[in-house]
Structures are given as C-alpha cells and as structure tokens.
T-cell receptor, first 113, second 114 residues
Framework: AQKITQTQPGMFVQEKEAVTLDCTYD???????LFWYKQPSSGEMIFLIY??????QNATEGRYSLNFQKARKSANLVISASQLGDSAMYFC??????????FGTGTSLTVIP | NAGVMQNPRHLVRRRGQEARLRCSPM?????VYWYRQLPEEGLKFMVY????????ESGMPKERFSAEFPKEGPSILRIQQVVRGDSAAYFC????????????FGPGTRLTVL
C-alpha cells in the first residue's frame, strides 16, 4: 500500500526565517516521484517542487528545496527566507509507477510578521 | 498557454440532484485525473483517464459516480443523486502524454449539497 505521512498539522515561522515541513512515505516501488504542492486560502493547488526516486541530488526551486533521504523514506520541504505570502496549506505527494498520486493530509503554515 | 480549466468553480445542488463537473486539460495533455478533497483532508485519487478510455478508476465510488473523457470536449465527472457527503472540492489534473513528472492542477470545483 502507498502512504504519505505529514505529522505536522500546523507550523509557525517568523518572516525571513527558514522552515522545514516534514513528509515521510511508504512504498515498495523502485521508481517513484515525490512532490510538494501549495494550497493557499483561495483553494488552487500550486506545484512547487519535484524529486525523482533516482535523483541523487536534492531538488531546488528558488526558495524551495527538497531534503530527500531515500533510506529514511523522507522528503521534507525546506522554505528559506519565509514571506507572508507563504502562509498556506502544503501537501506532500507521491506518484507511483502506475502514475497514480497519493497525498498527505497537509501542513498549515503560518508566517508571522 | 492556458492552464487546466474547471467549471463551474462553485456548484450547489440539493440532495438527489445530479452534479456535472467539467475539466479541460492543458493544451497537448491527453491524461486527466480527478481527485476529491474533503474538508480538512488531503486529496484522494478518484479516476485516471485518457481520451475515450478509463485507465484506473480504483478510487471512484462504485455507485452514483462516473467519469468520461471523450475524443472531443472536456472530461466530465458526473455524480448522480448527490448526498450531503458528496460536498467537497473536486480537482482535475492533467499531464502530457510523454512526460509524467508532474500533474498540473485546475482550480477545483467546490460542490455543496444542501
């Protein structure tokens, strides 16, 4: 069975500080993809960053980086220099070899001025 | 290049009515996925379609729900005889035929059943 776990229902971070959002996954697939999406209060799902299971280097996209630890099956999202506009729900997701996506329950991030 | 489009954005139905949700994938994308997000939860996969074919409907409830992606026109998620528990946000995503690195999501349709 595929499973994504996000253990932090809510997180707070001071503006301009860095924050790490945790994500662990469980799969027996050898090839899979890991994703983070942002869902602001307006409701849309915004793709942030992708990491393939065979990628040796951690993915980075601007202020977002994915701390991929394959042996631990973790794919934590690091947001550097937090901005007020980063306040949103963040979902970790995994794509399996059948191209099906599985989502975690999300972490609500609040950036404090 | 327009993104994934969904309409309506908000839909209100009374119990027993039918709900039709539409999704137009990004240009050049032939794979469509539907997800349901219940309040305070993450997205749950429902169905994966390609043009004129249902590839995987393992997440679709066995009754009242159906989906199609015709050769021409948008993909349709149809919910017959809606009940209050169907109230949720329904998201559509699409991906290109050759690239499955990610799925691009539409803005969602928020269904409220009174």
């Amino acid at each position: 069975a595929q499973k994504i776990t996000q253990t932090q229902p809510g997180m707070f971070v001071q503006e301009k500080e860095a924050v790490t959002l945790d994500c662990t996954y469980d799969t027996s697939d050898q090839s899979y993809g890991l994703f983070w999406y942002k869902q602001p209060s307006s409701g849309e799902m915004i793709f942030l960053i992708y990491q393939g299971s065979y990628d040796e280097q951690n993915a980075t996209e601007g202020r977002y980086s994915l701390n991929f630890q394959k042996a631990r099956k973790s794919a934590n999202l690091v947001i550097s220099a937090s901005q007020l506009g980063d306040s949103a729900m963040y979902f970790c997701a995994m794509r399996d070899t059948g191209n099906q996506f599985y989502f975690g329950t999300g972490t609500s991030l609040t950036v404090i001025p | 290049n327009a993104g994934v489009m969904q309409n309506p954005r908000h839909l209100v139905r009374r119990r027993g009515q039918e709900a039709r949700l539409r999704c137009s994938p990004m240009k050049g994308h032939s794979h469509v996925y539907w997800y349901r997000q219940l309040p305070e939860e993450g997205l749950k996969f429902m169905v994966y379609l390609q043009k004129e074919n249902i590839i995987d409907e393992s997440g679709m409830p066995k009754e009242r729900f159906s989906a199609e992606f015709p050769k021409e026109g948008p993909s349709i998620l149809r919910i017959q005889q809606v009940v209050r528990g169907d109230s949720a946000a329904y998201f559509c995503a699409s991906s290109p035929q050759a690239d499955t690195d990610t799925q691009y999501f539409g803005p969602g349709t928020r269904l409220t059943v009174l």
